[in-house]
């Protein structure tokens, strides 16, 4: 599986972004989704996961009730829709499969894509 984020972009602390990552292969619904995020300075850290099925997600404490996951297992593809952002919610954006798991596991994903780079202002 490659995986592929983007959405990523400069936006002022209260707006909102929303990240995509597309994956290629047909077995893209048989891996729970995970977006992981990297501050400068810091080490990479869960955000949100999400079941193959979409019927169960998972979240950071810092972002519940601002992120939301989604997949379509017909396009391939996994969102992450970002609201109310904070400053600091600056990071690297990545997204990872896990097969095995339930995507929110940072040691146990199978496959990573590049990262993409949102920037709150404030």
């Known amino acids: 599986v490659q995986l592929q984020a983007s959405g990523g972009g400069l936006v002022q602390a209260g707006g909102s972004l929303r990240l995509s990552c597309a994956a290629s292969?047909?077995?893209?619904?048989?891996?729970?989704m995970g977006w992981f995020r990297q501050a400068p300075g810091k080490e990479r850290e869960f955000v949100a996961a999400i079941s193959w099925s979409g019927g169960s997600t998972y979240y950071a404490d810092s972002v519940k009730g601002r992120f939301i996951i989604s997949r379509d297992n017909a396009k391939n593809t996994v969102y992450l829709q970002m609201n109310s952002l904070k400053p600091e919610d600056t990071a690297v954006y990545y997204c990872a499969a896990d097969l095995e798991g339930y995507g929110t596991d940072l040691g146990g994903m199978d496959y990573w894509g590049k990262g993409t780079l949102v920037t709150v202002s404030s």
């Open positions: 292969g047909r077995t893209f619904s048989r891996y729970a």
